[in-house]
C-alpha cells in the first residue's frame, strides 16, 4: 500500500479517519498486511477488545464502530492495518483489494 494511496482512502470517515490520515501526512509510520480474513471474524475479535476496554475505562466509541462496520460487511474478506505516530495508534480495516478503509480505530 502506497502512503498516498492510504492518505486518500482515509478523505472520508469519522475523526479517527481523520486523525489517521493527518499522522500519515505528518511521516506515522505504517503497514497494510496482506493476510485477508473474513469481516465477520475480526467484528468478533474487535468486540471483545472493545468489552475489555469498556471495563477498563477507556473511551471505546470507535471500537464500537469499527466492530459495527465489519459486521455490516459480513464474510467479505478483509486485510488490516495499523499507523503509528507519537502518542497514537490507530488500527485499520481496508477491503481485501485495498480500494476502500471500511474503519479506523484510534488508542492512544
Known sequence: MDRDRLI???????????ACRLALINGASFV??????PASTLASIWDVRREIADAAGINTA????AVARLEAVGDREVCVGKVVAPGH??????LADQSAVLACSASG
Open 8 to 18: 486518500s482512502l482515509l478523505s472520508t470517515g469519522g475523526e479517527a479517519f481523520e
Open 32 to 37: 497494510v498486511w496482506e493476510k485477508h480474513l
Open 89 to 94: 495508534r490507530f488500527r485499520l480495516f481496508l
Open 62 to 65: 470507535e471500537m464500537t464502530s
